[in-house]
C-alpha cells in the first residue's frame, strides 16, 4: 500500500463511491468540490492509493482566508500589524467510513498544514483555520495543537510558527 495526496480529478477519483458517514461532506465532495477548484474558490487533496488510485481513502479542501487579530489569542498577537492575519483555511476534512482509525485524519491534516507552510515561505501566512463542524472534531484539532479562538470555541487556528 503507497499512500499519496492529489489534487481531486474530477474524472479520475471515484467521487460517488465515498462515503464517510456525515451526508454534507460527502455531497461537498460530490457536488461542489471539483466546482470550487475549477472556479478558484478552493483546492481539494485527496488521499488516495496507488494500487487503486480512484478510490478516496479521504480528502480535505483548502482555501485562503483571512481572520482579525482579535481573534486570536493575546500571546500570538505580539508583533503583528493591526490589519487580517492571512490564513489558509480547511474548509472541509473528511475519512471515508472504511478508512476510520487507520490514521488518514493526521495525515490529512498533517498534509494541509504542510501546505500551509509552504505558502508561509512563498507568500506569507500566518494561520490556519478551521470551523469544526462539531465539538468531536474540534477536539481532533485540539489534540494536534490547534487553538481556539477569542470568539468561537469551534473555530480554530494553528499559528505556523515564527520567521
Known amino acids: 500500500?503507497?499512500?499519496?495526496?492529489t489534487l481531486l480529478d474530477t474524472h479520475q477519483h471515484?467521487?460517488?463511491?465515498?462515503?464517510?458517514?456525515?451526508?454534507?461532506?460527502?455531497?461537498?465532495?460530490?457536488?461542489?468540490?471539483?466546482q470550487h477548484q475549477r472556479d478558484g474558490i478552493a483546492t481539494t487533496h485527496v488521499l488516495v492509493d496507488d494500487g487503486d488510485a480512484a478510490h478516496i481513502l479521504g480528502y480535505c479542501s483548502l482555501a485562503a482566508a483571512q481572520t482579525n487579530i482579535g481573534d486570536?489569542?493575546?500571546?500570538?498577537?505580539?508583533?503583528?500589524?493591526?490589519?487580517?492575519?492571512?490564513?489558509?483555511?480547511?474548509?472541509r476534512l473528511a475519512v471515508s467510513s472504511e478508512g476510520r482509525g487507520k490514521g488518514y485524519g493526521r495525515l490529512l491534516l498533517g498534509h494541509?498544514?504542510?501546505g500551509g507552510m509552504q505558502l508561509r515561505i512563498q507568500l506569507g501566512?500566518?494561520?490556519?483555520?478551521?470551523d469544526a463542524p462539531n465539538e468531536r472534531a474540534a477536539a481532533f484539532y485540539r489534540l494536534h495543537g490547534f487553538?481556539?479562538?477569542?470568539?468561537?470555541?469551534?473555530?480554530?487556528?494553528?499559528?505556523?510558527?515564527?520567521?
Open 1 to 5: 500500500m503507497t499512500l499519496r495526496f
Open 14 to 34: 471515484d467521487r460517488n463511491g465515498f462515503i464517510c458517514g456525515e451526508p454534507t461532506l460527502d455531497a461537498y465532495l460530490r457536488g461542489q468540490a471539483g
Open 72 to 91: 486570536l489569542q493575546p500571546a500570538d498577537r505580539k508583533r503583528l500589524p493591526a490589519y487580517p492575519v492571512p490564513a489558509v483555511r480547511i474548509g
Open 112 to 114: 494541509a498544514v504542510n
Open 125 to 130: 501566512v500566518k494561520v490556519v483555520l478551521v
Open 147 to 163: 487553538r481556539e479562538t477569542a470568539n468561537n470555541a469551534l473555530t480554530l487556528y494553528l499559528p505556523l510558527g515564527k520567521g
